[in-house]
């Protein structure tokens, strides 16, 4: 049998390039090897986002169209939506006995967040514990690897710590996950801030067409030390040059500008046209293959269907076997 993958997102946009440099384009590669699963984590979504639930319906789609267009084969991974698999919540349940507050508390990527919601001391219950509920989605899959971008590290390994716990107490049920990187781990946003995020509105996203594609990369940050073309500039820590060394494939254009660039003979249009360039390049495709699915909404539609029937009879077997290993079996209507 195949080994499992599980990963996900949160329907809250559509995704964007971090997303694909962190963890898409792991999928992508590993979808033949793995008996992949992926979660549109809409329940976890619902814990930020609780008093607009409607955003959550609108990008469903939108998500399973961004994995589509990257190159997911329906046909192999299944696309699966949280919360249509109820046992997923039941498995939370269970599993929130098994942590602590004080291991909660410590989560840095939750930290940061509540820091980003300005939640102060009200913080919902159901956000904090959002990694208990992540946990019981990676292991109902019974996952060997989660693909997944630097800041959900914290939460593999609390998934980690609640099957070492679950399966010493009860039974031997579940799969210590281990999660996997891409090759970059955190891709800057447009300013130049540490992460792409949504929040941030930092982005530039697959389904970007291309005069949103040259309109963001024109306003990119680059060095501020650097007032005239002719200064010499940084090209370390400049997110011009961070994409480029991405997402452009001629290697020789990219160093021929950064020894430009150093020496203050080039200036910052015309590495901007060519990353442009490059840009627009890679997303072509992407761009297409979304255009084509999204004129096929009855397709895109039964993929996820098929998709969550999949993933819910797995979820469904490894309820019967935590149940069992709980002694929760009861079997009442056995005589
Ligand atoms: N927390 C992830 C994110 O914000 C989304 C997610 C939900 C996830 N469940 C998951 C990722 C399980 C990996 C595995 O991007």
Same mark, same amino acid.
């Given at each position: 049998m195949l080994k499992r993958i599980l990963t996900g997102d949160r329907p809250t946009g559509p995704l964007h390039l971090g997303h694909y440099v962190g963890s898409l384009q792991n999928r992508v590669r590993l979808q033949h090897q793995y008996d992949t699963y992926i979660l549109i984590a809409d329940v976890q979504a619902l814990t930020d986002n609780f008093e607009h639930p409607e955003i959550l319906g609108d990008n469903l789609f939108e998500v399973a169209l961004d994995y589509l267009a990257v190159g997911i084969d329906p046909d192999k991974v299944k696309i699966v939506v949280q919360s249509m698999v109820p046992e997923l919540a039941e498995l939370t349940i269970y599993f929130l006995n098994l942590v602590t507050v004080a291991t909660l508390e410590r989560n840095p990527t939750v930290k940061d967040e509540i820091q980003q919601h300005h939640f102060g001391r009200k913080i919902p219950v159901g956000f904090w514990s959002y990694p208990i509920s992540q946990a019981a989605d990676i292991t109902i899959f019974k996952a060997e690897l989660v693909p +997944?971008?630097?800041?959900?590290?914290?939460?593999?390994? @609390?998934?980690?710590?609640? +099957?070492r716990r679950f399966n010493s107490l009860y039974a031997k049920v579940l799969i210590e996950p281990k999660a996997m990187l891409g090759n970059v781990a955190r891709l800057p946003g447009t300013d130049g801030g540490a992460k792409m995020s =949504?929040?941030? =509105?930092?982005c530039i996203y697959l389904g970007d067409p291309p005069e949103m594609v040259r309109k963001r990369v024109m306003s990119m940050f %680059?060095?501020? %030390?650097?007032?005239?073309p002719t200064d010499p500039g940084h090209v370390e820590g400049n997110p011009v040059f961070t994409y480029h060394d991405v997402f452009n494939p001629d290697k020789a254009?990219?160093?021929e500008l950064k020894e430009r660039y150093r020496k203050g003979k080039v200036g910052?249009?015309? +590495?901007k046209e060519r990353l442009f360039k490059a840009l627009d390049a890679?997303? =072509?495709?992407?761009?297409?293959?979304?255009?084509?699915?999204?004129? =096929?909404?009855d397709r895109v539609r039964e993929i996820m269907m098929?998709?969550?029937? @999949?993933?819910? %009879?797995?979820?469904?077997? %490894?309820?019967?076997?935590?149940r069992h290993a709980m002694k929760l079996d009861y079997k009442l209507d056995r005589r």
């Open positions: +997944v971008g630097e800041d959900q590290l914290p939460m593999i390994e @609390q998934a980690r710590e609640i +099957v =949504k929040s941030l =509105k930092n %680059t060095d501020p %030390t650097r007032i005239h254009e990219v160093e910052d249009v015309e +590495v890679f997303l =072509k495709p992407i761009r297409e293959r979304r255009a084509d699915y999204a004129a =096929k909404p098929e998709g969550t029937r @999949q993933g819910r %009879t797995v979820a469904q077997a %490894t309820m019967e076997e935590v």
